[in-house]
């Protein structure tokens, strides 16, 4: 009678001891990972001098460079259309 009631509680013994063990592992990962630096950088900006609308030519490429997938050519380009008129 007592090896039915001890080999559930063995197991639930068991499987709590690997899950905080995981979480051990987890937490040293993080620790050696703490000081993890991301720079994210520009490859150039353009600094325009004013102008009179009539005389303003300007050439837009937009590239994303970051993992995400962002449509960003309309909204600067609706935005350089609206500040130059």
């Excluded at 039915?4 to 995981?22: D, E, Q, T």
């Excluded at 950088?41 to 004013?50: E, G, H, Q, R, Y």
């Excluded at 449509?71 to 008129?85: K, P, V």
């Amino acid at each position: 009678m007592t090896t039915n009631f001890f080999k559930p509680v063995v197991a639930v013994i068991a499987l709590i001891s690997l899950w905080m063990l995981s979480g051990c592992a987890a937490t040293q990962t993080a620790i050696s990972k703490r000081n993890l630096d991301v720079q994210t950088k520009m490859s150039s900006t353009v600094f325009l001098d004013p102008v009179a609308p009539e005389k303003m030519t300007i050439f837009v490429q937009v590239r994303n460079t970051s993992d995400k997938q962002l449509e960003l050519d309309g909204a600067i380009r609706t935005a350089i259309q609206g500040h130059c008129t």
